[in-house]
């Protein structure tokens, strides 16, 4: 129709309302589906780009020893870290051509204040302009985070540079302990020892607030945040004792020099009848502050290795030399016991009643062939006869392959398994190892097994099956964790003594530790644990290694308990590998045993009792005579019971030897008065390693000179069996004045047992 609209434009215009309803109506529709279904989904969205969540790290709870001594606590330290995006903010509000570059200037100030790279430190700020939080460098003590803030202060980088206070862990001790106590990551996420298996109670529940920023990273007003405390970690009270685990350590370390063990050396220290743990160390010590830089001797082992910094191979013997460091071998590795495990072997024959103590028995040197094969004893021209208790003191084969038969397969293996070692002991530490038994026994595996070769146990269920033979027949699971509480002293857990059955009658565990202390005090293979003033029932052992290139590579080890007539405590100390000296567990280990009891024993509290013959043996400390007349000086030294003897000619004493303070041995002292002579240098120091202690006694003596013993002092033993000097404290040849102190330390040098059974 002329001058009207067409019908073909009406149509277009309503396909294009059409379209456009149907397009809004699209629209509508997706936002109502994000006002109602992604609704939450968008907020967060909008929320996180408005705002920035903190963590407020939760303390880590702290751990004790059993005395409240801290093991692992927290201390302040801060993280450095940076906003690319404020950098980049100010940046731009100076202008393009602004001398100023505060990219350049937080580069270079922090590397010079933190240490870190330059490089680096400029690629965080310049090339993540997007984040609000990129971090420089963690756990910066506080002396250094004040010269941060002088720095952030002096270039005016508020909204650059930033400090935020942490809580790091800190282990007082250094390497005390460190393979008990382990370590945390950087995170405070427990990776080792008892930071990782009691992580979940030690760990806390973090916090955190919530801090609105503008588009440039700025905070909006107070009212935009939000604060959720932290929930402190539980502390942990252990059964350590800082006191008795260095004197363990303190042996260890000896024992490794003297022998330049290739292998470490570990020890246990153990309350007999709950369990407790009170030491427990590894002689390879690392500083829980920095676990991750290898020991001492790790290092001259990776530096000797022959491999270039930085290359595959010298990166994978450092992460091995770090894992063996970290490795805890008295519950992760095992080991053959050798005669250690000939106390179980008794306590089966006892128990089954199939020996008695005085019962005779002819060793001339080997058993009767097993399967056609001849197994010889130590002793391999025979020990002759002997009674049990004599076979188990002398640490008799012969004796043990006999009891083996006696016992038969199936109640050896009974046994075995009701003294725990078929199965982990449950101790509380992460990577408990297990035995090595053969999977089926036959009567040549019982015979060698009797007297403790060709199979493999842990140091830790040695001494807990030990400690049941010492507290009356009753195996107990070791533990370390005594209670849990938080920080206001309420206790959530606190352990319980943990029976796991009757293995042995109290009888015969009150025959045994009889038995094994008449071994130690008299001339039995264990005279080396010898602590005058206690009794101490004690058993060595020594094995060589078995596997490919275990050729000629020994484990030495000796385990005690004492006092042996109601025993407390029980100690183990095994030297894998030693090379130097002696090779038994009797002069590698045992020595070592009696030297850290005779620091424990008093420690711990039991007191020592002397018979008179050790009350002669015992060293006295030497009073001050200077000054004093000649006259009563004399009457002082005589009434202490030591001789004296004068030289020079005046009324007063002007000079003494030994001095005083000095130790000398009660017996055989001298104290040397000076009357107004001059004290000569005239007497040259012999030779003494090697003597029997009589006759180094004597020499001294002859000499004007005193002695101080150190090591094995025993009065009990036979004329054939006496000790030897092993090492003297003033040189051969040094010339000293008469009364000088000299220090000997003496040793019983026999072997207890043949490595080489197999005949």
Not at 228 to 233: E, H, L
Request: hydrophobic content about 35%; overall charge negative.
């Amino acid at each position: 129709m002329a001058g009207g609209i067409s019908s073909s434009a009406l149509k277009r215009s309503l396909w294009l309302g059409i379209a456009i309803f149907a397009v809004f109506g699209l629209l509508m529709l997706r936002i109502l589906f994000i006002q109602t279904v992604d609704f939450e989904k968008y907020q967060n969205k909008v929320i996180n780009q408005m705002t920035t969540q903190s963590p407020v790290p939760a303390d880590r709870g702290k751990i004790y020893d059993r005395n409240g001594d801290v093991l692992a606590t927290n201390i302040t330290t801060y993280r450095v870290f940076i906003s690319p995006s404020g950098i980049l903010s100010a940046q731009n509000e100076l202008g393009e051509n602004s001398k100023t570059k505060y990219a350049e200037i937080i580069s270079y100030g922090l590397a010079q204040i933190l240490g870190v790279d330059y490089d680096e430190v400029h690629k965080q700020a310049t090339e993540y302009t997007e984040y609000l939080d990129r971090t420089i460098k963690r756990q910066v003590n506080e002396e250094t985070a004040d010269i941060v803030r002088q720095f952030i202060e002096d270039y005016k980088l508020e909204n650059m540079v930033y400090l935020e206070a942490q809580s790091t862990r800190y282990y007082p001790g250094g390497t005390l302990g460190a393979h008990m106590i382990g370590f945390t990551s950087s995170d405070g996420i427990g990776l080792y020892g008892l930071e990782y298996q009691y992580n979940e109670y030690l760990k806390g529940i973090d916090g955190y607030y919530i801090t609105a920023r503008d588009s440039y990273g700025n905070e909006m007003p107070y009212e935009y945040s939000s604060y959720i405390d932290a929930v402190s970690g539980y502390n942990l009270t252990t059964t350590i004792d800082t006191t008795i685990q260095s004197f363990l350590e303190e042996q260890l370390a000896e024992t490794v020099t003297e022998t330049q063990a290739k292998n470490r050396a570990c020890g246990i220290v153990m309350n007999v009848k709950t369990g407790a743990v009170l030491a427990m160390a590894t002689s390879s010590p690392f500083d829980l502050n920095d676990p991750w830089t290898l020991d001492e001797l790790s290092q001259k082992e990776l530096f000797s290795s022959g491999y270039t910094p930085d290359t595959e191979k010298y990166n994978e013997l450092s992460r091995e030399l770090l894992m063996t460091m970290w490795s805890n071998k008295a519950i992760t590795e095992s080991y053959i016991p050798g005669s250690t495990f000939k106390i179980i072997t008794s306590s089966m024959a006892l128990e089954e009643q199939v020996v008695t103590l005085t019962e005779p028995l002819t060793c001339n040197g080997y058993h009767m062939p097993v399967n056609g094969i001849k197994v010889k004893c130590h002793k391999v021209h025979g020990h002759g006869t002997l009674t049990f208790s004599q076979g188990l003191q002398q640490s008799c084969n012969v004796w043990f392959m006999t009891l083996g038969s006696r016992v038969g397969i199936e109640n050896y293996q009974k046994y075995v398994k009701a003294f725990g070692y078929y199965e982990k002991t449950g101790i509380d530490l992460p990577g408990e190892g297990n035995s090595i038994f053969a999977s089926e026994m036959s009567q040549l595996d019982l015979a060698i097994y009797a007297f403790g070769q060709n199979f493999n146990v842990t140091p830790m269920q040695q001494i807990c099956a030990v400690a049941a033979v010492a507290n009356g027949g009753t195996l107990v699971t070791p533990y370390i964790v005594e209670s849990i509480s938080d920080n206001s002293g309420n206790v959530i857990y606190r352990h319980e003594t943990e029976v796991k059955r009757q293995v042995v009658s109290e009888s015969v565990c009150e025959t045994l530790a009889t038995v094994l202390e008449e071994g130690v005090a008299g001339d039995g293979g264990a005279k080396n644990a010898y602590v005058a003033g206690y009794r101490v029932a004690a058993k060595t052992g020594t094995s060589e290694k078995k596997g490919e290139n275990s050729d000629g590579k020994y484990i030495c080890s000796c385990v005690a308990f004492a006092p042996a007539d109601d025993p407390e405590i029980a100690i183990i100390i095994i030297v894998d590998e030693p090379t130097k000296g002696s090779l038994y567990g009797s002069t590698v280990a045992a020595p070592y045993i009696s030297a850290a009891l005779k620091n424990i024993l008093p420690y711990y509290g039991v007191e020592p009792i002397y018979t008179a013959e050790e009350v002669e043996n015992t060293a006295v400390r030497v009073a001050n005579y200077k000054g004093y007349s000649l006259e009563y000086a004399q009457s002082l030294v005589e009434k202490a019971g030591l001789k004296v003897k004068v030289i020079g000619t005046g009324a007063k004493v002007t000079a003494q030897l030994p001095a005083s303070g000095s130790e000398i041995n009660k017996s055989t002292g001298t104290i040397v008065l000076y009357a107004g002579s001059e004290v000569e240098n005239d007497i040259q120091v012999p030779d003494l390693v090697g003597m029997t202690s009589v006759a180094a006694n004597q020499y001294l003596m002859n000499l004007g000179l005193n002695v101080r013993i150190e090591g094995v002092n025993n009065p009990f033993v036979s004329a054939e069996n006496v000790p030897v000097v092993v090492s003297q404290s003033i040189a051969k040849g040094t010339r000293v004045a008469a009364g000088t102190v000299i220090t000997l330390e003496f040793r019983h040098m026999g072997d207890d047992e043949d490595l080489d059974y197999m005949g």
